[in-house]
């Protein structure tokens, strides 16, 4: 048996005290690792062995080798008053990841935008950085949950190293449209995909962070092709693109679900056809939003996947803070007049088409707005903080979503916004960020008395952070002499000591 990727974990779900995790692994041979897995001692307390559920997720060639996906599954019983480490053991290496006490809130990193379009610029810049950050963060206090909103993998080169090179090369070709897509075009798309998962998640800065933080994720378009949704409808319904759409799918679901179905994917939500997911951690909600699936120039998600996301929302009385994890911005400046000016810049294709396929595009103001009204309801009707986390744009940010109208007991609801990205991707460059800053102190006025607007960064005189970084959650903890309830956000930069930070107050005390 020869180790070719993982460990990798991914969180199941919390209910009733319980923590499930899956760790996924890939290997080659006849004999399939030993995993063994068990809670490691505290105070007063022995090592308690855990029950360690086996699953076959794929076996298939590659390289001429064949390659097995295989997952592992633990449940563990959280203390009711103190974090939990986890030891687990695939044949003899020993990995941990901590679990947090019962009803706790969780401290979470979250990243976006993990590598480049072109692989070629990134060859002299260097890519563990901010992921070092990362791992000397959580040696000193534990992610619970490694939170991902998209752009996980990134497939452009496929376009150069497949038999797609005709594409790459004209890529308005109306004739491609109907061109059928061939069984060894098909074929090199699917060793591509999962090649380049294989490749990615084996660099030595992520797969310490994989194999020692669950992971919750979501895709964005490069995890499929870059722009997925929003192309016309003769490509985006054109064989081509379907298959490899399928393909993509395919692999997020082995690699980033731990499952081979939309059935099986952990925490989905029922009666919708895409992948939006959702749980309860103690006073904390998260929503993770799939925006890609059913994505289309006129639509950022389905109708079903809405009424099942607001469903799940509705039903969440209690929840004192909710998480909401949206790959692409709910707040950002309009792009209208960057885009014309990008136009008129040589190689600033990849940084336009970023920029056209956001929320502020005319068709999918609708969408939005609708969005934005139903969180502050919400918010309105059980006291609960909503915070949404995204990234996509390469830069660090603060949003907020505010209304002159809508309180919580006389206390007006703000929706913040936390920008992230990239853990990888390099910034903008130096005009876009100028015109970012231009235009950042412009307040946008939506109906009803909603408004939104992009904050400064608290002790600066800018609202962008403009170079790689991660976001790290706090929630206060009782043993800081910390017990009201905020949640401390922190930007962690590149070539940056101290991290940029905003407290988020909860609405009720």
Not at 413 to 432: E, K, N, W, Y
């Amino acid at each position: 048996m020869a180790l070719v990727l993982g460990p990798i974990l991914k969180f199941c779900g919390c209910a009733d005290g319980m923590w499930a995790v899956s760790a996924l692994a890939v290997w080659t041979g006849e004999v399939a690792p030993a995993v063994t897995a068990a809670v490691l001692p505290g105070a007063a307390a022995e090592v308690r062995p855990l029950a360690v559920e086996s699953r076959r997720l794929r076996t298939r060639l590659h390289k001429r080798a064949v390659h097995v996906v295989e997952s592992w599954r633990f449940t563990i019983e959280q203390h009711a008053t103190r974090e939990q480490q986890v030891q687990y053991l695939v044949d003899g290496q020993a990995f941990t990841f901590t679990v947090p006490a019962r009803d706790s809130a969780p401290t979470c990193a979250y990243t976006s935008c993990n590598g480049f379009s072109d692989y070629k610029k990134m060859k002299d810049i260097p890519q563990d950085p901010v992921w070092n950050k990362m791992r000397d963060n959580h040696a000193q206090r534990p992610y619970h949950l490694l939170l991902m909103g998209g752009d996980q993998i990134y497939s452009d080169a496929m376009w150069t190293t497949t038999a797609l090179n005709d594409w790459a090369a004209a890529p308005n070709d109306k004739k491609l449209a109907n061109k059928p897509i061939t069984k060894t075009l098909q074929t090199e798309v699917d060793d591509f995909f999962f090649g380049n998962y294989l490749k990615v998640w084996a660099y030595p800065h992520v797969a310490r962070m994989f194999a020692t933080v669950p992971t919750v994720m979501m895709w964005d378009d490069h995890d499929i092709i870059d722009g997925w949704g929003s192309y016309p409808d003769k490509f985006q319904q054109s064989p081509v693109f379907k298959a490899i759409y399928n393909i993509a799918r395919d692999y997020f679901l082995l690699f980033q679900q731990h499952s081979t179905s939309e059935a099986d994917v952990p925490l989905r939500l029922p009666s919708q056809p895409g992948f939006t997911k959702a749980a309860r951690i103690g006073d904390y909600g998260l929503l993770v939003l799939d925006l890609r699936s059913e994505r289309s120039p006129e639509v950022v998600m389905g109708d079903q996947s809405w009424q099942a996301a607001y469903t799940w929302l509705e039903s969440q009385e209690d929840c004192k803070h909710l998480l909401i994890m949206s790959s692409i911005p709910v707040v950002h400046p309009d792009f209208s007049t960057l885009e014309m000016l990008l136009c008129a810049m040589p190689g600033q294709q990849e940084l336009e088409d970023d920029l056209k396929d956001h929320w502020l595009s005319r068709t999918h103001q609708w969408e939005r707005l609708r969005l934005i009204h139903r969180l502050q309801e919400w918010s309105q009707r059980t006291g609960g903080r909503v915070t949404i986390l995204s990234g996509d744009v390469h830069v660090g940010a603060i949003g907020a979503i505010e209304s002159s109208q809508k309180q919580y007991k006389g206390k007006p609801i703000t929706i913040h916004q936390l920008t992230s990205s990239g853990v990888v991707h390099p910034p903008p460059p130096a005009m876009a960020l100028f015109y970012l800053e231009h235009v950042g102190d412009k307040v946008e006025q939506l109906e009803g008395g909603i408004t939104t607007s992009m904050y400064k960064f608290p002790g600066t005189s800018h609202r962008y952070i403009g170079a790689r970084n991660y976001l790290s959650l706090e929630p206060d903890r009782i043993v800081d002499g910390r017990s009201r309830n905020r949640l401390w956000a922190n930007w962690y930069v590149e070539n940056e000591a101290q991290p940029y930070r905003q407290a988020i107050l909860p609405l009720t005390d």
